[in-house]
């Protein structure tokens, strides 16, 4: 019988005033038992809207069926036939924007939670069963990704269920992309993208981290030395953006990028990482996003006093998901919204120890569609912190488009390609945030899942 309750089973979270003083995962997942109580809030629609909104076309009726029956391994098997990484997508993919948009079921109430079903089926397999899938017979046919991010992982695990011998370089020292030096361990721990790579490599897939394309090897010897068919190009876009004001270069500034990767990647929480990370007493960052919200909670986490989110525009025009605003706003960072900076202060020691400011208010809606912030004369103000942590944006490094002839990029400097994913280059192909600029996990996702089945028909074709 389904279950006609026009709210979600709630997900168990930490106290918001325990969590934001810890690095643990703030949501706590469903039990059995209420991810059962949620799937049965399905009504198996005929023609499911929900599917439409995905990315990655995961089958949802059919594996929310299977939780609802308590067969969660089969719930796993679908949910795995189109997306490589769900215990990843089921944790930061924008759902509401998405899958749970078209959810008849939000028409009268709120939409099922097809996002925390999806996280539910993979931490139940990775828990209980976690069996590594088995390596495909090789075709013989050798493709290289360039980045490990999700983008790069879901490429390399659709081409090596085909039998392609894929290899991965990744410029960090760990292999995750955005996913370990971008997105805090309290939304994504970083246990659970190292599964997936574990998963990759017994596909036969190779990993080599250390390796920057464009300074370590080009695409041109890829090709020319090591006998590749075809790249895929993952690299994302990691190149921060600045305000371009007074006092950017005090000690104290960051790019979102620096400071979640110090955070992150190099464990500054840790009492025993040797990542120097300025202790601050009261932090602003410039930015409205998803990055800005996990930069502020992180500041919060490290334990400054004072967090402030400093936007621009109203929070109605805040593109962060309003899960990760609600949290933010739990635990304890101070909105200041149609505020836009202006200066940084420094000391004479070249430290930061404020931030001019000015009101703003919205005025008639420019190219984007979001209405035009404009000063507010007279209304400047000082905040008073002493580190400011810019969050406005990255754009694709141009290391490989400078290193690689025949790459084309457009006005942003991302790189260029036809409906299959293929750039200006013959057989190489890109996909994520290095083709759309800074975007979301699923989508980086469903371009990679894209192009590794154009490669394909590529090869199949020679």
Known sequence: MANMTLTKTPMPEQDPN????????????????????????????????????????????????KVAEGDFQAAYEIVTSTNALP???????????????????????????????????????????????????????????????????????ELAKKGYDVTIFEALHTAGGVLVYGIPEFRLPKAIV????????????????????????????????????????????GLP?????????????????????????????????????????????????????????????????????????????????????????????????LTNPTEILGDEDGRVKGMTCIEMELGEPDASGRRRPIPVEGS?????????????GTSPNPLIRSTTPGLEVNRKGCLVVNENHMTTRDQVYAGGDAVTGAATVILAMGAGKEAAAAIDQAMQAK
């Open 87 to 157: 215990a990843l997508s089921g944790r930061v993919c924008p759902q509401e924007t998405q899958c749970e948009s078209k959810c008849v079921r939000g028409v009268k109430g709120e939409p099922v939670a097809i996002g925390r079903l999806e996280r539910f089926v993979a931490d139940w397999y990775r828990e209980n069963v976690n069996a590594m899938p088995e390596k495909p017979q090789s075709n013989g046919i050798k493709v290289a990704v360039v980045g490990s991010g999700p983008a790069g992982l879901t490429c390399a695990a």
């Open 380 to 392: 400047e103000f000082v905040l008073d912190v002493d580190t400011v942590i810019m969050s406005l």
């Open 18 to 65: 325990v969590r934001n003083h810890n690095f643990k995962e703030v949501a706590l997942g469903y039990t059995a038992e209420m991810a059962v109580e949620e799937a049965k809030r399905c009504l198996k629609c005929k023609k499911p809207k929900c599917v439409e909104g995905c990315p990655v076309n995961i089958h949802i009726p059919e594996f929310i069926a």
């Open 241 to 337: 953006m600045f305000m371009h004001i007074p006092g950017e270069a005090l000690r104290g500034v960051y790019s979102a990028n620096e400071y979640l990767t110090r955070v992150n990647l190099m464990k500054a929480y840790e009492d025993a990482s040797d990542t120097p990370i300025i202790v601050s007493k009261a932090v602003a960052v410039v930015g409205g996003g998803n990055v800005a919200m996990d930069a502020a909670r992180c500041a919060k986490r490290l334990g400054a006093e004072t967090v402030y989110i400093v936007y621009r525009r109203g929070e109605a025009e805040m593109p962060a998901r309003l899960e990760e605003q609600h949290h933010a706003k739990e635990e304890g960072i101070i909105f200041k919204t």
């Open 194 to 237: 190292a599964n997936e790579v574990r998963k990759l490599q017994a596909m036969g897939v190779t990993v080599m981290t250390d390796m920057v394309i464009g300074k370590v090897l080009s695409i041109d010897e890829l090709f020319e030395e090591m006998g590749f068919k075809a790249v895929f190009v993952g690299s994302g876009a």
